[in-house]
């Protein structure tokens, strides 16, 4: 049987099986970390909380981590696509609308961690 | 006990449809195939394959109350009184019980299911070691009945596309064979984003093995293979 390469927006399957164990792995160091800072920490307030983020180690692990979450999203959803969205023109449509979702969602995360 | 059973010819009846069997077990009836043989003598326009009768052949692969099984290895004192039977799912129906297996053979002919070996054959035998031998166990007792790949939803979505657990199990039970030199070749057919990678893991197919196989566990030794490859 040969392949038929069809319109997925993804051209090799480990990749993205790697790339969804990776990012996952770097989502969970990311929350176990946060949660050590704000349970050994100082009770929370708006000051503390401020000031954890002007510190440059924790904008780049969330940076870090809203881009893992991103990546890991789109290679999720577009498994769904892959799986129920039949008609390759509705997959591509619905394909570029989730990137551009996950662009304003990741360009909104950099936008409040450097205002 | 009663049967229920799906009927469907496709020359006659516009709609599938179920019809009831009332059937008088005996002493010697142990199977839930002996149930069915009945029914069978009572409407002999009732039809589905059966060959082995002892869970061997795979032929007699059907829906049993929801799930996929064999009914020659199903025994009558594990099943309730009324039974409900469909043909496995997700498969066109030629008729009643039996389905269109084109689909499920395509797949395990794209995994060559072959020992590829590009030296000169051995005077008698090509050899392996009792440990290499091993290695095939939990592979080679599959029969080929669908009971997994019909049960698995991503089979269901692209049976054209994606392989199925059955033959991911046999594309791994060549992969590991001492004897095969094919392995690079075999890993390249299986690397694209359907052909193994729409295994998400579900694991319908091990739950419903009647030989009690694992497709799931080979998956997942696939991709170990090929992750080490491409490190
Ligand atoms: S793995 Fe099990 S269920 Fe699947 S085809 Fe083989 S014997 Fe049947
Ligand atoms: S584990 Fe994979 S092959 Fe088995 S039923 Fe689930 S998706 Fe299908
Ligand atoms: S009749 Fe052969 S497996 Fe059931």
């Known amino acids: 049987m040969s392949v038929h390469r069809v319109v997925t927006g993804s051209r090799n399957g480990l990749t993205d099986w790697l790339a969804q164990r990776v990012t996952a792995a770097i989502m969970a160091v990311y929350t176990v970390i946060v949660l050590i800072v704000l349970l050994g920490g100082p009770p929370i307030s708006y000051a503390v909380w401020k000031d954890l983020f002007t510190q440059g180690w924790m904008r780049v692990a969330t940076l870090l981590f809203a881009a893992s979450l991103c990546w890991h999203m789109w290679v999720g959803v577009r498994n769904i696509l892959m799986d129920y969205a039949k008609p390759e023109g509705l997959r591509l449509a619905l394909q570029v609308m989730t990137l551009l979702t996950i662009a304003a969602y990741l360009g909104w995360t950099l936008h409040i961690l450097w205002r | ?231």
């Not at chain 2, 059973?5 to 009831?20: F, G, L, S, T």
């Not at chain 2, 997700?90 to 070996?117: A, E």
């Not at chain 2, 939803?153 to 596309?161: A, I, R, V």
Request: glycine content about 4%; aromatic content about 8%.
């Open chain 2, 1 to 231: 006990m009663k049967l229920s059973i799906y009927r469907y010819n496709p020359e006659k009846d516009a709609r599938p449809y179920m019809q009831d069997y009332e059937v008088q077990l005996e002493h010697s009836d142990r199977m839930l195939l002996d149930a069915l043989i009945k029914a069978k003598a009572q409407d002999d326009s009732l039809s589905f394959r059966r060959s082995c009768r002892e869970g061997v052949c795979g032929s007699d692969a059907m829906n049993i109350n929801g799930k996929n099984g064999l009914p020659c290895i199903t025994k009558l004192a594990d099943l309730p009184q009324h039974v409900t039977l469909r043909p496995l799912p997700g498969q066109p129906v030629v008729r009643d019980l039996i389905v269109d297996m084109t689909q499920f053979f395509k797949q395990y002919h794209s995994i060559q299911p072959y020992v590829v070996n590009h030296e000169a054959p051995p005077e008698r035998e090509r050899l392996q070691s009792p440990a290499q031998r091993e290695e095939l166990n939990g592979l080679y007792e599959c029969i080929l009945c669908a009971c997994c790949s019909t049960a698995c939803p991503s089979f269901w979505w692209n049976p054209d596309k994606f392989v199925g657990p059955a033959g991911l199990l046999q594309a791994y039970r060549f992969i590991a064979d001492s004897r095969d030199q094919d392995t690079a070749a075999r890993l390249d057919n299986l690397e694209d984003p359907y052909r193994l990678f729409r295994c998400h893991s579900i694991m319908n197919c091990v739950d419903v093995c009647p030989k009690g196989l694992n497709p799931t566990r080979a998956i997942g030794k696939i991709k170990d293979l090929l992750v080490k490859r491409s490190v």
